[in-house]
Each structure stands twice: as C-alpha cells, then as structure tokens.
C-alpha cells in the first residue's frame, strides 16, 4: 500500500474516533429516554412555577371588566398580554409589590406602532405624531378602546 494512502486511513480513523469519543462523553446520560431530547428536562420543566396565570384566573375577583372586554376590539387579547405575568397577584391580591403592571405604553405599541409587515387591517399609529407625550391610558379605554372615555 502507498504510504499517502495508508496515513490518509489514519487521518479518518482518527477524526471518526474522537467524534465516537466525544459524542460519548458529551450526551447527557438521559438523552433518548423518551426521544430525542433530554429525559431530565421534562422534570426540571415541571419544576418551574408559573407565572402567568390565565384569563379565567381574573375572573373569580375581575368579572365587570371581563364584561367590558368581551364587549369590545380588544376582546381576543388576555389580561396578562397587558398586564404581564399576574399569578403572584392572584395567590395574594393584597399585596401592593405582586400588583400587576398599569404601565402600558408599551404594551399597546407592541401591537399598535406603524410597522409595514402588519396587516393593514390592525389599526397603527405612527408614535412621533400621535400625541407622543402623553400615556395611551389618557385618551383610549384600554378595556374599550372603541369607547371614548
Ligand atoms: C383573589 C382576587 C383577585 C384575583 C384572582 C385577581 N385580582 Fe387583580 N386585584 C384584586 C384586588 C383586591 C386588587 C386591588 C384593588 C384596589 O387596589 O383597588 C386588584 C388590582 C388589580 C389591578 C390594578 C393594580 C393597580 O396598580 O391598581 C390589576 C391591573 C389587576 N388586579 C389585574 C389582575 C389580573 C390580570 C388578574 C388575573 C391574572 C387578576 N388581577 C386576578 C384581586 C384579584
Ligand atoms: C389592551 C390591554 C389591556 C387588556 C387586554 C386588559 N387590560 Fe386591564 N388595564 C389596562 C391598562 C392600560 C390599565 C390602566 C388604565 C389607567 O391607567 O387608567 C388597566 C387597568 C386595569 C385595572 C385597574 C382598575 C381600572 O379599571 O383601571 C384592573 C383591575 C384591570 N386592568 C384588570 C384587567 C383584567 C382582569 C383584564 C382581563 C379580563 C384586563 N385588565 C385586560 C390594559 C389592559
Ligand atoms: C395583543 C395586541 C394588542 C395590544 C397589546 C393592544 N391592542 Fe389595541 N387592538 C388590537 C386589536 C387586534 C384590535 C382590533 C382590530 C383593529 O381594529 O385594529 C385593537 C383595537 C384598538 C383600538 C380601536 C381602533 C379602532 O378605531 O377600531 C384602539 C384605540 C386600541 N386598540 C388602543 C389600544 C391601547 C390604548 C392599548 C394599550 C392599553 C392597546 N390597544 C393594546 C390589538 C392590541
Ligand atoms: C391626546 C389623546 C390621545 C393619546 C395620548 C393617544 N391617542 Fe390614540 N387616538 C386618539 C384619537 C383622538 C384617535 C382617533 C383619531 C386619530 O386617529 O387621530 C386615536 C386613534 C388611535 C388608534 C386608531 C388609529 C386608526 O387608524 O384608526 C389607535 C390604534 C391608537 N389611537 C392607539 C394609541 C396608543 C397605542 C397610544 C399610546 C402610545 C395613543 N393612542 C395615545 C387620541 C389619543
């Protein structure tokens, strides 16, 4: 055998042989427990405590603006999508720290800012010359937009 050909087989063995090697030492031992994921993960995914608690969790304390709501444009969107994650709320609504967020500027340009990739159905406005000092809350009934307050 040529001695090119012959240091050409060592070369792949040993390429392949550190990928066998390294493959083995790097999957975690649970990988392919249940598929092709880490077995493990299911737990520590479980373990988390969430934060978000859903619309019907409002209900029980909030139904008059449930009712609003449901009435108006912005009847598809849940509490939490505005108010952010609210289920420390919910488990001790007395507390003034765990208080859901009434900030909302943002929140309302996350959907609302001029942005030519939205359909031109979703109602935009162009922040700068839309009364840009002031908060949203002033002049737009979050729970009723159509509304005007
Ligand atoms: C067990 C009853 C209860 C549940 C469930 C509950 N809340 Fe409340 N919520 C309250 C009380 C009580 C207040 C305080 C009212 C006040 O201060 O006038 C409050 C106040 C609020 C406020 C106003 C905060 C502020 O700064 O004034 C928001 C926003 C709010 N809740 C959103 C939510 C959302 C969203 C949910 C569902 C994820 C929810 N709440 C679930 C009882 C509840
Ligand atoms: C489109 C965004 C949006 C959605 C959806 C929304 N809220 Fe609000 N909510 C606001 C904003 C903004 C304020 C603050 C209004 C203000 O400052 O006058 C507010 C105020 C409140 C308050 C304080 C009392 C009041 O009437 O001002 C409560 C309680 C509340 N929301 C609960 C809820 C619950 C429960 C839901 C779901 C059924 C919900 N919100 C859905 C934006 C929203
Ligand atoms: C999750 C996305 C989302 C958020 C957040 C949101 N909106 Fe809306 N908004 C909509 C949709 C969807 C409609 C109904 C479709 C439409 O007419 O554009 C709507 C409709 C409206 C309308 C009625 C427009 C009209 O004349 O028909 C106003 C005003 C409005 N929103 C203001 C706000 C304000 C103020 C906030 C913040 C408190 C806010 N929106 C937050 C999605 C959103
Ligand atoms: C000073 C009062 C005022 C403030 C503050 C204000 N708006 Fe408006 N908004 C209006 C009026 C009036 C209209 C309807 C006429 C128009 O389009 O100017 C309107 C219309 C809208 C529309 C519907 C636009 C359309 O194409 O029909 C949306 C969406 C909207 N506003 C969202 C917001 C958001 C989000 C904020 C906060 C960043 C905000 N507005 C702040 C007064 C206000």
């Keep these: 055998m040529p001695p090119q050909v012959f240091r050409l087989i060592l070369l792949t063995v040993a390429i392949v042989g550190s990928y066998v090697i390294a493959r083995q030492l790097l999957t975690p031992p649970s990988f392919r427990q249940y598929g092709f994921y880490r077995g493990e993960a299911l737990a520590e995914h479980a373990s988390h405590t969430p934060v978000f608690a859903g619309r019907k969790a409002c209900l029980e304390c ?3 603006i449930q009712k609003k709501l449901f009435k108006d444009a912005h ?17 001790d609504p007395d507390s003034a720290a765990k208080k859901p967020d009434k900030k909302n500027t943002t929140a309302c340009l996350r959907c609302h800012e001029a942005n030519p990739s939205r359909p031109v159905t979703q109602k935009q406005i162009n922040v700068k010359n839309h009364y840009s000092s002031q908060k949203c809350a002033e002049c737009h009934m979050p729970h009723q937009p159509n509304e005007v307050p």
């Design 75 to 91: 009847k598809t969107i849940g509490c939490e999508t505005c108010h952010g994650p609210s289920s420390a709320h919910c488990a």
């Design 62 to 64: 909030h139904e008059d």
